[in-house]
Nanobody, 122 residues
Framework: VQLQASGGGLVQAGGSLRLPCAASGRTFSRYAMAWFRQAPGKEQEFVAAISWSGDATYFADSVKDRFAISRDNAKNTVYLQMNRLKSEDTAVYYC????????????????WGQGTQVTVSS
């Protein structure tokens, strides 16, 4: 599976962005998907995950009231909708795919995209 994240950019605090992650391959619907992020000087952290069917989602506490994750298996795409953005959301955002059950650990995921930069100005 190859993953291509996009949609990043510069946005003012309080604004919104939607990040799509397009996957290649015909088995996309079999994978749990997730988003992680890495801010400058910090370790990579979990943001959100969604089960292969889309029925279950899981969020980091820092984003769960502001972000949403969804997927369109017909389009081989997972989305991260980010609302009420804060300066601390500034990071490179990575999408990931895993054949294990969805979760917050990096080890759950086998494939990673190249990342897209999100910058939130205050």
């Amino acid at each position: 599976v190859q993953l291509q994240a996009s949609g990043g950019g510069l946005v003012q605090a309080g604004g919104s962005l939607r990040l799509p992650c397009a996957a290649s391959g015909r088995t996309f619907s079999r994978y749990a998907m997730a988003w992680f992020r890495q801010a400058p000087g910090k370790e990579q952290e979990f943001v959100a995950a969604i089960s292969w069917s889309g029925d279950a989602t899981y969020f980091a506490d820092s984003v769960k009231d502001r972000f949403a994750i969804s997927r369109d298996n017909a389009k081989n795409t997972v989305y991260l909708q980010m609302n009420r953005l804060k300066s601390e959301d500034t990071a490179v955002y990575y999408c990931a795919a895993g054949s294990a059950s969805y979760g917050s650990r990096r080890s759950n995921y086998d494939y990673w995209g190249q990342g897209t930069q999100v910058t939130v100005s205050s």
